[in-house]
């Protein structure tokens, strides 16, 4: 049974560039959120994805979007990297839109230079 | 303020005693609440879920939860040095459905042989 994958594991942008990652639930899940982790922060969250639509925002700007796919699978992009960007972006996944119990994969470590 | 706050730490604990990790919250609609284990370089794990104000054990873990104070705590007894890790407070704002979790930003614990 895959947990939660997420790709690539390691990315590395210039300012200004654009980025997609990509995650696919576990297995008999149907909701994925994201989340931003900053070194020595905890991960902040940036969107949840049901039913192939955006359902919660956070505090990000637009520059950051998703989509959601019709096998569950999700993916991010971030348009006009900022320095400030360089983060662990984690997918979490659930059975279901309102269920807590979130399964993160081991994330992507984007760094902006 | 912080919707989530705990102590950066680290902490530091001999094998076999009693770790006590600390969190507070400020938004009072907070309803879930949860301890995530991240160990340095990996993704957050759930290890423990509480909902209701009192005590809640699982195995070596006792998560306690005060709304009147809008306090949450994780103990953990005879620790040992695999429980060296960050440990994330999360919370559950029941509004408006979905999933979002708020998160500390940690608490580093270090076990010492």
């Known amino acids: 049974d895959a947990g939660v994958t997420q790709s690539p594991t390691h990315l590395i942008k210039t300012r200004g560039q654009q980025v997609t990652l990509r995650c696919s639930p576990k297995?008999?899940?149907?909701?994925v959120s994201w989340y931003q982790q900053a070194l020595g922060q905890g991960p902040q969250f940036i969107f949840q994805?049901?039913?192939?639509?955006?359902?919660q925002r956070g505090n990000f700007p637009d520059r950051f979007s998703g989509h959601q796919f019709p096998n569950y699978s999700s993916e991010l992009n971030v348009n006009a990297l900022l320095l400030g960007d360089s983060a662990l972006y984690l997918c979490a996944s659930s059975f279901g839109e309102t269920n807590e119990k979130l399964f993160f994969g081991s994330g992507t470590q984007l760094s902006v230079l | 303020q912080k919707e989530v706050e705990q102590n950066s730490g680290p902490l530091s604990v001999p094998e076999g005693a009693i770790a006590s990790l600390n969190c507070t919250y400020s938004?009072?609609?907070?309803?879930?609440f949860f301890w995530y284990r991240q160990y340095s370089g990996k993704s957050p794990e759930l290890i423990m879920s509480i909902y209701s104000n009192g005590d809640k054990e699982d195995g070596r873990f006792t998560a306690q939860l005060n709304k009147a104070s809008q306090y949450v705590s994780l103990l953990i007894r005879d620790s040992q040095p695999s429980d060296s890790a960050t440990y994330l407070c999360a919370v559950r704002r029941l509004t408006g459905g979905g999933n979002k979790l708020t998160f500390g930003t940690g608490t580093q614990l270090k076990v010492e042989l």
């Open positions: 297995s008999g899940h149907d909701t």
């Open positions: 994805y049901y039913e192939e639509e955006e359902r």
């Open positions: 938004d009072r609609v907070s309803q879930s």
